[in-house]
C-alpha cells in the first residue's frame, strides 16, 4: 500500500483523461490530413484558394458530425445488444434454471397471464421435478442409495434372539419412511 501514491479513483480520472486525449489525438490527425489533402490537391489539381477552404471547411465538418455522432451510435448499438441479450436465452440475458439453482435476491417472472416473485424474503430454490413410477410428482434427482445401520446389543444368543421382531419393526418402519418420500 506504500507504493500507492493515488487511490483507485485517481487512476480511473487517468484512464478516461487517457481515453479522451487519445480521441482527440484521433481527431487532430484527420484535421492535419484533410488539410493535406487540400493542400495537395490544391498544388496538383490547380484548384483556387477558396476551393481548397472550401474542402477543408467540409473536411472538418465531416470530423465534427463523426466525432458527435460516434457517442450516439454507441448508445443505440448497446442498446440494441442489451435488447436482444435480454430476450434470447443463446445471447446470455436469461439465467436457465433446468438443473434447479437458488434465487436470492427478489425476482419477477412471468407466471400465466400475470407476474410471479421470487427471493422477496430471502434465497429460495428451485428444483426440477419429475413424476415417479407411481405417478407423483417429486423432486428430481433426489433419489439415491440410503443406508440403514441398527447397532443391537445384547449380552448373549438368547436376548438377541429375544429382540428379533422389535428389530424387525424397526428395519419395517425405516423402509415405509423411505417409500414415502420417494
Same mark, same amino acid.
Given at each position: 500500500?506504500?507504493?500507492? *501514491?493515488? &487511490?483507485?479513483? #485517481? %487512476?480511473?480520472? +487517468? !484512464? =478516461?483523461?487517457?481515453?479522451?486525449?487519445?480521441? $482527440?489525438?484521433?481527431? /487532430?490527425?484527420?484535421?492535419?490530413?484533410?488539410?493535406?489533402?487540400?493542400?495537395?490537391?490544391?498544388? *496538383?489539381? &490547380?484548384?483556387? #484558394? %477558396?476551393?481548397? +477552404? !472550401? =474542402?477543408?471547411?467540409?473536411?472538418?465538418?465531416? $470530423?465534427?458530425?463523426? /466525432?458527435?455522432?460516434?457517442?450516439?451510435?454507441?448508445?443505440?448499438?448497446?442498446?440494441?445488444?442489451?435488447?436482444?441479450?435480454?430476450?434470447?436465452?443463446?445471447?446470455?440475458?436469461?439465467?436457465?434454471?433446468?438443473?434447479?439453482?437458488?434465487?436470492?435476491?427478489?425476482?419477477?417472472?412471468?407466471?400465466?397471464?400475470?407476474?410471479?416473485?421470487?427471493?422477496?424474503?430471502?434465497?429460495?430454490?428451485?428444483?426440477?421435478?419429475?413424476?415417479?413410477?407411481?405417478?407423483?410428482?417429486?423432486?428430481?434427482?433426489?433419489?439415491?442409495?440410503?443406508?440403514?445401520?441398527?447397532?443391537?446389543?445384547?449380552?448373549?444368543?438368547?436376548?438377541?434372539?429375544?429382540?428379533?421382531?422389535?428389530?424387525?419393526?424397526?428395519?419395517?418402519?425405516?423402509?415405509?419412511?423411505?417409500?414415502?418420500?420417494?
Amino acid at each position: 500500500m506504500a507504493n500507492d *501514491l493515488f &487511490g483507485e479513483e #485517481f %487512476r480511473d480520472e +487517468l !484512464s =478516461d483523461v487517457s481515453v479522451e486525449l487519445r480521441r $482527440i489525438g484521433d481527431l /487532430a490527425d484527420g484535421v492535419a490530413s484533410s488539410v493535406s489533402r487540400a493542400f495537395r490537391g490544391a498544388v *496538383l489539381d &490547380g484548384k483556387s #484558394f %477558396r476551393s481548397v +477552404l !472550401s =474542402d477543408i471547411a467540409c473536411a472538418f465538418a465531416d $470530423i465534427a458530425l463523426k /466525432a458527435a455522432f460516434k457517442p450516439l451510435g454507441t448508445l443505440v448499438g448497446g442498446l440494441v445488444e442489451n435488447i436482444f441479450a435480454a430476450t434470447n436465452p443463446a445471447l446470455g440475458g436469461v439465467t436457465p434454471f433446468a438443473k434447479g439453482g437458488v434465487i436470492a435476491s427478489p425476482s419477477y417472472f412471468p407466471l400465466g397471464r400475470s407476474m410471479g416473485l421470487a427471493g422477496e424474503a430471502g434465497p429460495e430454490a428451485i428444483m426440477p421435478l419429475q413424476r415417479g413410477s407411481d405417478g407423483r410428482l417429486g423432486v428430481a434427482g433426489g433419489g439415491g442409495a440410503v443406508q440403514v445401520t441398527f447397532n443391537v446389543t445384547a449380552s448373549d444368543a438368547r436376548s438377541f434372539a429375544a429382540s428379533e421382531a422389535e428389530v424387525s419393526a424397526m428395519l419395517l418402519r425405516a423402509v415405509r419412511r423411505g417409500t414415502r418420500g420417494s
